[in-house]
């Protein structure tokens, strides 16, 4: 994974992670308690959750985690709690760029159209899904 730094000029912010959670195919915006989600199939798979402490929220399994954090713990780190326990990632977005911004979000929709075909949920298929992974 290696993931280099950006500079303070050139870090991501919400703006950057709507938009780039916005690009994935059959990828929507809605509101979670008040807070901006972003759902594939009707599901989340990322929210905007903890903007105001630079974060941007990734639900992934434990081991995708454990992947994240093990490889940039500047970047990603597990959110306090049972839904951290559970896979949910914080990524720091002042720390991020765009390439590992986009890999993080394309990870956590990808698990979530997967986990919508397992209980026949309609969404965008793996096929397409890793379509568009190859296509970016």
Request: charged share 25%; no cysteine.
């Amino acid at each position: 994974m290696n993931y280099e730094l950006r500079t303070a000029e050139h870090a991501m912010d919400a703006n950057d992670f709507r938009r780039i959670a916005l690009s994935l195919e059959g990828a929507e915006e809605g509101s979670h308690f008040g807070q901006a989600d972003f759902r594939v199939g009707g599901r989340i798979f990322a929210t905007l959750a903890a903007e105001k402490q630079g974060y941007g929220n990734l639900m992934l399994t434990p081991e995708q985690q454990a992947a994240f954090v093990a490889e940039a713990p500047e970047m990603f780190l597990a959110i306090p709690g049972g839904w951290g326990r559970n896979g949910a990632t914080h990524v720091r977005l002042a720390a991020a760029n765009e390439d590992v911004l986009l890999g993080a979000l394309r990870s956590a929709w990808k698990l979530r159209i997967e986990k919508n075909q397992k209980v026949g949920r309609r969404s965008v298929s793996v096929k397409s899904a890793n379509k568009t992974k190859a296509k970016k």
